[in-house]
């Protein structure tokens, strides 16, 4: 399991052939390693390992759970992932590799933490353009899961050397590149409604992408789902009711425990037997699925709320709150 308290080695690796098979096997190993692609460094985890994502939100010190985008080698590997349509075939042809992100719907199977997609059913892909990132993700022949490599709310990063000085001690390696080409965070598009939409302006203007569609974008407006990474106000929530903070569940209840507060039913669970923050971020959008099935309400053990344990807490609280 990786740790990302600020006490690991963090390795330099060259983009060459040796460092790259290096930085793949880190990433099978469940570990977090920064590559550069054309847009800025990334900060890559095995998008199926869910402990591995949850990690990520641990060394950014993310406040909250938002949708990550999953890098893929080409257009034929994002398809194991996500269901495609001919505004996506269009966009791909015309723009990937590149700086172009697609949110489409999750594909049945598609083994994808949910911890990458918030809970959500759609999933944000792209086809970076970065040599050295294609050269990767060739070889680790996989999803990456990859926010900016950078402490959250710093600014991204566009040479290793910035991601060192802001995650050295929290991740295991960076592969170092170089600048990065565009310097700018992708274009997102989304895919999954009627009309193609702007979720967000980035390295790839709006209206490149609209002569490639040959139709306007839609604008996103307050009432659009959020979908995309860095718009997510809301999460999954129950359709039971949840209530928080319970040292055991109440007649009716299924219990959702954490650390040394166990359920006693054979249908509850615990996020993380051990109390450990990562494994518990990692399983918790699938066990409030799991739980929510059942139909019956959630009682859900305190969290510390501390680090991620803070993200698991907002994540919660919004699950909890009053419905209209």
Excluded at 107 to 122: D, F, M, Q
Excluded at 160 to 172: E, P
Excluded at 193 to 206: C, D, K, Q, S, V
Excluded at 249 to 270: I, K, W, Y
Aim: proline share 8%.
């Amino acid at each position: 399991m990786p740790d990302n308290t600020p006490s690991k080695d963090t390795k330099i690796l060259t983009a060459d052939p040796a460092g790259l098979t290096r930085a793949a096997q880190l990433l099978q190993a469940g570990e977090l390693v920064s590559f550069a692609t054309e847009t800025v460094y990334g900060l890559g985890a095995d998008a199926r390992q869910g402990e591995a994502v949850a990690a990520i939100y641990a060394a950014k010190g993310r406040p909250s759970f938002n949708p990550l985008i999953v890098h893929a080698a080409s257009a034929e590997a994002a398809q194991r992932y996500v269901l495609w349509n001919g505004w996506a075939e269009v966009l791909a042809q015309a723009f990937w590799p590149g700086p172009l992100t697609l949110v489409l719907p999750l594909r049945p199977k598609h083994g994808i933490s949910g911890l990458v997609t918030a809970g959500l059913e759609t999933l944000a892909v792209r086809v970076p353009a970065q040599p050295s990132a294609q050269r990767l993700l060739q070889i680790f022949d996989g999803p990456v899961a990859a926010p900016s490599a950078n402490p959250s709310g710093r600014i991204s990063p566009t040479l290793a050397s910035h991601v060192f000085a802001g995650l050295n001690g929290r991740i295991a390696a960076i592969v170092d590149d170089g600048a990065c080409g565009v310097g700018l965070e992708s274009t997102i598009v989304g895919l999954a409604g009627e009309a193609p939409i702007l979720l967000r302006p980035g390295g790839l203007a709006a209206e490149e992408i609209e002569e490639a569609l040959g139709q306007p974008l839609r604008q996103r407006d307050v009432q659009d789902p959020l979908t995309a990474p860095g718009q997510l106000l809301s999460h999954y929530a129950p359709n039971e009711q949840v209530r928080l903070n319970a040292a055991a569940a109440r007649n009716g209840e299924v219990f959702l425990g954490f650390g040394a507060h166990q359920g006693s039913g054979p249908e509850d669970l615990n996020l993380s037997p051990d109390g450990k923050l990562t494994e518990a971020a990692a399983h918790l959008f699938d066990y409030l699925h799991q739980l929510d099935g059942l139909g019956r309400p959630i009682a859900v053990a305190p969290i510390p709320d501390e680090g991620l344990g803070a993200a698991i807490n907002d994540r919660l609280a919004r699950a909890a709150a009053p419905r209209d």
